[in-house]
C-alpha cells in the first residue's frame, strides 16, 4: 500500500513552529522503509555522540548545536516523494550524513582544543572552502580538512537560522555589510576562536570572489599556521596561463612537502586519480539520464551528492563512493524503466542556475510539489567532467600537474560565477538545449556581483530564446534578507502573471516555516 506523489499536501505539514505538525504518512511500504532510515540515522548520530572526544566537542563549539536538526533536514529533503524517489534521496542524503559525521569524528579526534591527538593533527592539511582536495592525491599518509565546512556549510543546510551569529560577528570587526554572507560566516568563526584547531600547515585559493579573497588574510592571524595561497588562473586555454596554472600546483605540493615533511607518490595519485575518474564516469551516466524524458533525481538531491565527494570529503580516496554510485544507477534505471515521474504533474524543466540559497537546499523540492518544475540539474554539477590522466607514465606525471590546475580553475564557485562571460552565460544556452529545459530558476545573491552584473543579458538572451527566466533572491546563508517565502513569492508571482498556471497544491504557495529548522 502506497500513497501517490502529490496526494497529500505537504502544506499541511507546516503551521510556522520549528518543527512539523506530524510526520508524512506515505503509505505502509513506503513509511516503514523511512523509518527504517530514520532510525539508522538516529543510531549512526549515538555511536557519534557517545565517541568521547565527539562529546567535549558537541559542548565547545556552538554551532555543534545546529546539527539537533540534522534528522529533520533528511526529512525536509525526502518530503513528498515516493516509492523509487523516496529510496534514491535516502541513498544520496543518509551517505551525506555519514560521511559529515565522519569528517566531524576526524575534526574533533585531532582537535588541539579539546586534547586531541597531536599525531593525528599533523598528519592534517587545512583546505579552505573553495580548495579541491585532489591536491592531496599524492599524499597517502595525509588527510586534508575543511573546517568551514562543519562549522558554515553543512550547518547553513541543516539550519537556517545557523549562521547570522557569526555574520554579526564579522561586521562588529568591521566587514562590510554588503559583503557575501559565506566569506562573513568563515570569518566570524575565526574571529570566536570558534575553529577546531587541527593542521600542520593550511592551503588558501583564490577561487571564489574578492570577499573571500580579503578573508584569507584575516583567518591566517586567528590561525597561526604556515599558510599558502594557490592563486588558480580563470582561463587555460592559453599555453602560458597553463604553465601558470601548473606551476602554482608545483608550488603547493612543495609547500605541503617543506611543513610536514611527507613526500609526493605518484602511485598514490594516479590510484586516486583511476577512482576519481570512475566517478565521473557515473556521474557522466546518471547526466545522460537527466537528459531523457523521465529525468528521476532532482537538482538538489545530485548537487549535494556529488559536492559532497568532488571537493569536501575525501573523494576519491574511497572506494566506498562507487558503491553508493552504482546502487543510484541501478535506482534511476529502475524508475526510469517504469517511467516514475517525480512530482504528480510535470509541467516544466528547470535548469537551474546561480548559487543557491544554503538554507533552504529542498527548495527544488518545493518546485516540484508547488507548481510542477521539474529541476533537471544545477551549474555546481556542471563544473568539472574531463576524465584526467589516471597512468603512471612520464608524460602523465607532467601532465597530472596541468590536471590539477584545470580541476581548480573548474571548482564549484569557480568556473561558472566567477569565470567570465563563456562559462557563466553562454553555456547556459547550450546546457537548456542539452537538458531540454523551457525554464531557468536563477538564483540571484544578493551580495554576489558577479552573476548579478549579468542581470540585463540573461533576460534578453533568454526571450531571445523562448526560455523562462524566474529570478529568485536570496542572501546565501542569511535569511534575515530573504526569506524562503521571499524565495518562494517570486516562483509564484511569475507562474500566475506571466504563465498563468495554478498551483499543483494550493497549501504550498504560503507556508508558515520561518521558523523550522
Known amino acids: 500500500m502506497r500513497t501517490k506523489i502529490g496526494i497529500v499536501s505537504s502544506g499541511k505539514l507546516y503551521d510556522g513552529g520549528r518543527t512539523k505538525t506530524q510526520r508524512e504518512w506515505r503509505g505502509l511500504s513506503d513509511s516503514w522503509y523511512d523509518y527504517r532510515c530514520w532510525a539508522k540515522n538516529w543510531g549512526r548520530l549515538v555511536k557519534f555522540i557517545t565517541n568521547p572526544q565527539c562529546f567535549k566537542g558537541f559542548f565547545r563549539y556552538r554551532w555543534m548545536l545546529d546539527y539537533l536538526a540534522a534528522i529533520d533536514f533528511i526529512d525536509r529533503c525526502t518530503e513528498g516523494t515516493r516509492g523509487n524517489q523516496l529510496r534514491i534521496a535516502h541513498t544520496q542524503y543518509d551517505f551525506i550524513l555519514a560521511q559529515l559525521i565522519r569528517t566531524l569524528t576526524l575534526l574533533f579526534e585531532a582537535d588541539q582544543r579539546i586534547g586531541g591527538s597531536k599525531g593525528k ?296 560565477s566567477e569565470g567570465g562571460f563563456r562559462y557563466g552565460v553562454d553555456d547556459v544556452w547550450r546546457f537548456c538545449e542539452e537538458f531540454h529545459c523551457d525554464m531557468i530558476i536563477l538564483y540571484e545573491q544578493i551580495a554576489c556581483k558577479a552573476l548579478t552584473g549579468y542581470h540585463g543579458i540573461y533576460e534578453e538572451e533568454a526571450m531571445k530564446r523562448g526560455l523562462h527566466l524566474v529570478w529568485v533572491t536570496h542572501s546565501l546563508l542569511d535569511p534575515r534578507k530573504a526569506s524562503r517565502q521571499n524565495m518562494r513569492d517570486e516562483v509564484n508571482r511569475y507562474m500566475r502573471t506571466v504563465l498563468n498556471e495554478e498551483p499543483l497544491d494550493p497549501a504550498l504557495e504560503e507556508i508558515e516555516d520561518q521558523n523550522a529548522w
Not at 579541491?132 to 580538512?145: A, Q, R, S
Not at 545530485?302 to 573523494?315: E, K, S
Open 121 to 416: 593533527s599533523d598528519k592534517m592539511v587545512v583546505f579552505d572552502e573553495n580548495m579541491m582536495e585532489e591536491l592531496l592525491f599524492g599524499f597517502p599518509n595525509l588527510v586534508d580538512i575543511c573546517p568551514q565546512l562543519c562549522g558554515v556549510f553543512a550547518r547553513s543546510a541543516v539550519a537556517q537560522h545557523s549562521a547570522p551569529f557569526y555574520i554579526d560577528k564579522a561586521e562588529e570587526y568591521g566587514i562590510t555589510g554588503d559583503a557575501c554572507t559565506m566569506p562573513k560566516a568563515e570569518l566570524g568563526i575565526a574571529i570566536e576562536d570558534d575553529n577546531p584547531e587541527v593542521g600542520k600547515c593550511m592551503l588558501h585559493c583564490n577561487t571564489s570572489c574578492d570577499t573571500s579573497l580579503m578573508g584569507n588574510s584575516i583567518e591566517d592571524r586567528r590561525y597561526q599556521k604556515p599558510a599558502f595561497a594557490v592563486a588558480a588562473p580563470e582561463y587555460l586555454e592559453d599555453d602560458l596561463i597553463r604553465e601558470y596554472g601548473a606551476d602554482e600546483v608545483k608550488a603547493a605540493i612543495r609547500f605541503v612537502e617543506e611543513q610536514t615533511g611527507e613526500k609526493w607518490d605518484w602511485d598514490a595519485y594516479f590510484a586516486n586519480m583511476r577512482l576519481f575518474n570512475e566517478q565521473t564516469r557515473r556521474f557522466l551516466e546518471i547526466l545522460e539520464m537527466q537528459k531523457a524524458a523521465y529525468p528521476q533525481v532532482p537538482e538538489n538531491n545530485y548537487a549535494l551528492h556529488r559536492d559532497v565527494y568532488y571537493t569536501r570529503m575525501m573523494n576519491a580516496q574511497s572506494a566506498e563512493y562507487l558503491a553508493v554510485d552504482d546502487k543510484l544507477r541501478k535506482l534511476m534505471m529502475k524508475g526510469y524503466e517504469r517511467r516514475e515521474l517525480m512530482c504528480r504533474e510535470p509541467r516544466h524543466r528547470a535548469l537551474m542556475w546561480g548559487v543557491q540559497a544554503e538554507f533552504y537546499t529542498n527548495f527544488p523540492n518545493w518546485l516540484m510539489a508547488c507548481w510542477g518544475i521539474v529541476p533537471i540539474t544545477h551549474f555546481m554539477n556542471l563544473t568539472s567532467t574531463e576524465i584526467y590522466a589516471d597512468t603512471d607514465t612520464p608524460e602523465n606525471r607532467e601532465q597530472a600537474y596541468y590536471d590539477l590546475a584545470h580541476l581548480m580553475m573548474n571548482m564549484v564557485m569557480r568556473n561558472r
